[in-house]
Structure formats: C-alpha cells, structure tokens
C-alpha cells in the first residue's frame, strides 16, 4: 500500500509540474495573442514597420565629398548594410546576440537561462528586441507587471521585425538608431565624432569600443571614463575570442592598445565652417517656405534628411581657419601688450560717458539682457544683473577661460579680442571655396563675410582707377603728379573744399598710375574721380556686384564707404574674370533622403567690362604686391613686429594682383589677393571702431590682414591636389592697353624718397 501511495504521488507531482508547464505556455500565448490584438495598446503597424519613424539629420556636403556639418534634433545620418564593415557586426553579434542568425527575434534558450539565473548573468534580449524597444518602445516600465507587458510588445514587434527584414538589414537599423551619446545618434554620427572617420573605414579596437557602449552609452562614455570604457572594450575582444572571430594572441595584443579618440563634436556650434553653415541654415529656411513637398507640407531642415551640396571645399576651409588662428594668436599678444599702456582700454578716443553708452548698447545686445525682459524683469534689474560676479567661460587662443567675473567685465573682455572675416571664391565660377566668418562661433556669432560691413579703406581705389581706364583711356604707365588736388566746395554738392593728405604728407614728383595704386597715393585718386565723377565711380562698383547704397561723393575714393566681405571679393573677382562679373555661389543642389535632386543652381552672370579693362586693372594691382604696400609677399628680407613669427618673408614668387586697405585709426585691415582661379579677402578689426592699435605699424592691413592671406596661400600651395594656379592672368589677344611701363623712373622715384618703399610704411588712407 505504501508502493502504491508513492506511485500516485508521483503521478500528481508529474501532472502539477505539467499543468504549471502547460498553464505558463497557455499564459504566454495568450499575452501574445492579446499583445498582436492591440489589446495592451497600439502595436506598429505593417506600414510603420516599412518605415519607422527616424529623425534624419540634414547633411551641408563640400565640393570635395566631406560632410562640413548637420543640422538636426538627432545627429542621425543612415548607413547601408555594405558600409560597415565586418569587424563591427562580428563585434555585436558576439556581443549582444551569439546566436542572432539562429533564432527568429526572440532566443528562447537565452530567455530560458536568464530566467534560470535571475538575470545574474545579464539579460536575454536579441539584438531584433533591442531594435524593437528603440523604435516602438517606451523607457522600460518600473512597474513588473507593466514591464512583463511591454516585454511580451517587444518580443512581438521583434517576430514582425525578422519577418518583415533581413538580418542584415535588421542590424543595419540598429547601427543607425543607437544614441552613442554627445549628439551621436547611429553608427556614422558616431564614427565621425569619435573617431573622425566614416564607418567603413573602423578598425577592430575601435568597432569594439563602439560595441561595447551599446551596454549604456552613458555609462560607458570614452570622454568621461575612459579606463571603464577600455575594460568594456576588452570584455568585447574576449566575445569575440569565443566566437572565434579573433585568436587567444590577438586577444592579448589588442586588449593592451590604449583608446586613441580625435574627436570631433558636430554641435551646431561646433566643427568646421560654422558661420558658413549658418549661413546656409539661414538660406534653407527660406527656400523650404517656397518649395514645399509634393504633399504640401514644408520640409523640416532638423529631421528630414536633406543633402545640400555646396561650393565649398573642405581643404581650403581647413586651411583658412588655421591660417586666421595662427596669425591672430600672435596679433592679439601683441594688441594685450600694447593695451597695457592705454588708461581707457580697450578703447581709445573715448570720453567717459562715450565708454558707458558703448558698453549699455552691448549690454542691450545680449542674451541676458534678451531673457530677463521677456521674463518680465526691470531695466534696473537688468542692468544690475550685469554687476553681479557667475561663474562663465571665455574665448582665448589658448583655450577656453574658466573664471568667475561680472556680466559687464565679461562683455569689456570681448571688446578687447580682435575679430576677422575671410573669403576665398573661384573668380571664374564664382564658386565660395572658403568662407570663415569670425574666430569662434560658440562665443562671437556675427558674421565678418556677408553681414558685417566695415569702411574698405584703399581696397575700393581699383573700382576708382577702373573707371578711369575704361572712362578716360588712362593707361597704368600715364603719370600723374603726386601734389595736393582741391575739389573745390560746391562741385558734387561739397560744402567746403576738400583737400586729401597723402599718407606722412609727402608729395613730389610724378607717379605713373601702377605706382600711385601700388603705393596707395591718395592724392591721384582724388584726381581721378574728378575726372571721372563719383556718380560713375559708383556706377562702376554696382556693376560689379556691390548692392550696398554708396553715397556719390568724392571722398569714396578713399574708401571711406562700410561695404561687406562678400561684396568687396565678388566684384574685384570680375577683374579677374575678363570683365565677367559672377556673383558668389555657395549651393550646387539640394536632394531629399533618397537621393532625388529637389533644385540644382547655376552661377548668375553678366557682362561689365571688356578683357582689355579687367586685365588693366588686374595689372594695376600687381604692382601692390611687387613693390607697394604688399610687397612684404615677396621680400627675402624683414619681420613682422615685435617679431612675431607670422610675419614676412614670405617669398611668393608668382603673380598676385591685390590690394591693402587701413582706415583712419586704424580700425580695420583689409587685404584682398587674387591669382587666377582664386580669390581672398581678409579683414581685421575689433568688435568697436574705438578699439584699434595706436600706431599705423601694427595696425595696418599689411601688418593685420596680409599674414593671413600669406599663410593660407602657402597651406594651399603645399596642397598639389588644390591645383591653386601660380600662372599669369590670361593676357588679352587684342590688348591695346599699354601695360608694359618703363619702372626706371618709378625706381628712381624710390631712390629720392629713402622713407619707400619699406614695407612696414603703408600709403593707405
């Protein structure tokens, strides 16, 4: 009897064991079924399966195949299944999934394993339900009952996904949706962030690196913890021992390879090209308003994906931005030094109450002052806000200050730090190669190209000589005498004479119209324009491109007109174009996330002068820069001052057509060089025109802009692949114009007066 008791409880033992089996598959299939059903809420559908919701970023793409910048909510650019490469999937799969390409989205011998252990030794989800609970999934739930729920979603959505998908293209998603921290949402962003470099081009420590943030990417951050970071790496090395992907020795050789990060951040703030890309930003906001999608909505620039192709090329651009660095890092040392002396500093020329209102409309400028009077606070509130010492961040050249100072101190620091502009165009496609808008756009976001305008200076004088060529048939070898010229008060509606100085007031002499350009002659010019009239002088510049309103008055030919950048380059380029005037071009095409071309551009141009005049003029600015005030091109001599090590030699010896420009004070430098299939314009100045150097040495535009131009052309001439031309300008076949002029007399000239032409004098007001 006691055999038989013993039988029977074994047989219902066996049997509850059973119903306990059979209940939980019963339970778990009825969670399936309800979960497909909607009835624990709304699961995917087959089309959001086909196209889940993605923010793309918008792409700004170089002329040259880089990625200068995008715009986006998440920093995601999509990457096909071929452009990873094969140490990243073995990675993951040893990983994240060992038997990925065995099971169908859900490993139930790993689920059963977890269960078994407690999830002691991690958890069970595929890659296919991680993919799953990054689309289609909320934050996992604290609740257990509302966690086994939403799990039960994920291991549908995961079914539908391996049915739906191919591996590949299931792993191909994943890259592309996880967020690997610091803007890097998808395996390219983080590619390219940490690592300055596509995915394809990953090798197996790096791809593991990456792998082993999938566990919590900010946890595992290499900027922040980087021994962790390492140790995560190494535990994926050892995965992918175990899949034999990799051997016992490798393992060992790689786990002892430091991390090795160059990054690069692509915040909006961040990277290369930033005040181009604004600019860009700016051009596409409009252009969505008028080019909607087929179906009438408006493309969104932060999660549609947008291409936008554009002129620049991202080796020039690099080469700019390091040349305005290098050469304003030692300007500025010697501006602190210079300001040490100045009681008012950085301002000069200013009363008391000048400096205070200078400083109230900046203040009136700022974010601060934004924000606090849309919170509804007082002026005075606001203003004393400004005396009140927060912990901040400053620019420097040496890196960025981290210091505790005064709204206002702040702002009278910044005036002290000298700005620059930079653009560089294809005068023959009027292609934008390199556009540097300031030094630093997370602290100084006005734009020194296209939006800032400052007085030109003697740049403007090739417009004045130009007109007289191509108006009175002047000739660069006609001399004119370097002696006082009055236009008397009442012609051109003058109130009283106007009588310009020469630079140092030195007269005598006659000088051929190549020498009084070279050496900036102020009184010719105003010679000139009377005898062409400043009303055509004007005309002359709106032909070429400026749109700026030019007031017709005679004392434009010394330059005293506030013109941008963008403006001044597009119209000397039409010299250098045979007199064909094309207006800068910054934007090739635009194409969605597909591929389809939305809008191409073409170059608008037109027709100003004959060859004959724009290679006069060309001519009349070579003399600048072989023995005028850019002749510091080409000496084999000389130095910057207070030795500074971006100063000259620099020993071009190709020809360069260009022009320096200082205005009174010294406020702005301005140098713009032309060779034939490429443009530069430089200027420099503070954010004030009160703030400048004292003296006409340091503070001109050979001293201030020059270095920069020089600089940047040497990067690019040490570049053989730019194919920046060392030519001649084309000489017309039917030229005319005499050009080839007799320098004797211009260096018998020199010879008479000692004080030319040594290279720190510029002649340039």
Avoid at 514 to 530: E, F, G, R, T, Y
Avoid at 608 to 625: D, F, H, P, R, W
Avoid at 652 to 674: E, H, M, V, Y
Wanted: proline content about 4%; some cysteine; hydrophobic content about 35%.
């Amino acid at each position: 009897m006691a055999q038989k008791s013993q039988k029977t409880g074994v047989s219902k033992f066996t049997q509850w064991i059973w119903r306990l089996f059979l209940g939980g598959m019963v339970f778990l299939f009825l969670l399936f079924f309800l979960a497909a059903l909607d009835v624990f809420g709304k699961l995917p559908t087959f089309e959001e399966l086909e196209n889940p919701e993605n923010n793309l970023a918008t792409e700004v793409i170089s002329i040259d195949g880089k990625t200068l910048g995008k715009y986006y909510r998440e920093n995601r650019t999509p990457v096909k299944f071929g452009e990873l490469p094969e140490n990243l999937i073995q990675a993951l799969i040893s990983t994240e999934d060992e038997r990925y390409y065995e099971h169908s989205g859900i490993d139930f011998q790993g689920t059963a394993r977890a269960a078994a252990k407690f999830g002691k030794d991690g958890g069970a989800s595929t890659i296919t339900q991680q993919l799953a609970k990054m689309l289609f999934t909320k934050k996992a739930s604290g609740n257990i009952a509302k966690r086994l729920i939403q799990k039960v979603k994920e291991w549908v959505i995961a079914i539908r996904l391996e049915k739906q998908y191919t591996k590949n293209e299931i792993i191909t998603m994943y890259f592309n949706k996880y967020d690997f921290g610091h803007a890097a949402v998808g395996i390219r962003s983080a590619s390219r962030i940490y690592f300055g470099k596509e995915p394809n081009e990953l090798n197996i420590e790096e791809s593991a690196m990456l792998v082993g943030m999938l566990k919590n990417s900010s946890l595992y951050n290499p900027m922040r913890r980087p021994e962790m970071v390492t140790q995560r790496r190494n535990v994926v090395f050892g995965q992918m021992l175990r899949n034999e992907f990799i051997t016992e020795q490798e393992k060992d050789s790689l786990q002892n390879l430091p991390l090795e990060l160059d990054i690069h951040l692509e915040g909006h703030s961040d990277g290369t090209a930033t005040y181009f890309r604004e600019y860009v930003r700016e051009f596409m906001r409009k252009w969505m308003k008028e080019h909607p999608k087929p179906n009438g909505e408006s493309y969104n620039i932060y999660r549609d994906g947008l291409k936008i192709y554009v002129t620049l090329d991202s080796r020039l651009q690099k080469n700019a931005e390091e040349a305005m660095a290098e050469h304003l890092t030692n300007l500025q040392s010697i501006f602190f030094k210079q300001q040490k002396k100045n009681k008012t500093a950085p301002f000069y020329d200013l009363e008391k109450e000048q400096i205070e209102s200078t400083m109230l409309s900046s203040m009136k400028r700022s974010e601060r002052w934004r924000k606090m009077k849309e919170n509804g606070a007082s002026e005075k509130d606001i203003q004393a806000s400004f005396y009140v010492e927060t912990p901040m961040k400053l620019f420097s050249w040496k890196g960025e200050i981290d210091t505790v100072l005064t709204p206002y101190d702040s702002i009278r620091y910044n005036k002290f730090i000298l700005q620059s502009g930079l653009l560089s165009t294809d005068p023959t496609t009027g292609h934008v190669k390199a556009w540097v808008g300031g030094i630093d756009y997370k602290y100084f976001q006005y734009d020194h190209v296209k939006q800032g305008k400052r007085q030109v200076g003697s740049t403007f004088k090739p417009f004045v000589y130009a007109t007289a060529i191509n108006q009175l048939g002047l000739s660069p070898c006609d001399e004119f005498p370097n002696t006082p010229y009055t236009i008397p008060a009442g012609k051109y509606h003058l109130d009283e004479d106007w009588t310009p100085r020469n630079s140092g007031d030195e007269y005598g002499g006659l000088r051929s119209l190549k020498n009084a350009l070279a050496n900036s002659i102020n009184v010719i010019s105003a010679n000139l324009i009377d005898q062409t009239t400043p009303q055509n002088v004007v005309r002359m510049a709106k032909n070429l491109g400026v749109e700026t309103e030019i007031p017709a008055v005679p004392s434009v030919a010394l330059g005293t007109v506030d013109l941008s950048l963008y403006e001044m380059v597009g119209a000397l380029n039409t010299f250098a174009n045979k007199g064909m005037y094309v207006k800068p071009m910054m934007i090739l095409r635009i194409e969605d996330k597909n591929g389809t071309i939305l809008e191409e551009f073409t170059p608008e141009t037109k027709e100003v002068l004959s060859e004959s005049i724009a290679y006069t003029t060309i001519n009349l600015m070579e003399g600048v820069t072989r023995y005028g005030s850019g002749i510091r091109l080409r000496t084999t001599g000389g130095k910057y001052p207070d030795n500074v090590a971006t100063g000259y030699p620099y020993k071009f010896d190709n020809p360069i057509a260009g022009k320096t420009g200082t205005t009174q004070n010294q406020s702005d430098g301005w140098f713009i060089g032309l060779v034939p299939n490429l443009s530069t314009g430089i200027w420099v100045g503070a954010e004030d025109r009160s703030v400048h150097f004292v003296d006409i040495t340091r503070g001109q535009g050979a001293s201030m802009a020059l270095p920069i131009w020089a600089l940047y052309m040497k990067r690019n001439y040490a570049d053989e692949d730019l194919e920046i031309s060392k030519e001649d300008f084309e000489k017309p076949e039917n030229l005319t114009i005499n050009v080839d002029c007799d320098q004797e007399r211009d260096e018998d000239d020199k010879e008479k007066d000692p004080k030319k032409p040594d290279p720190n004098d510029e002649i340039d007001f």
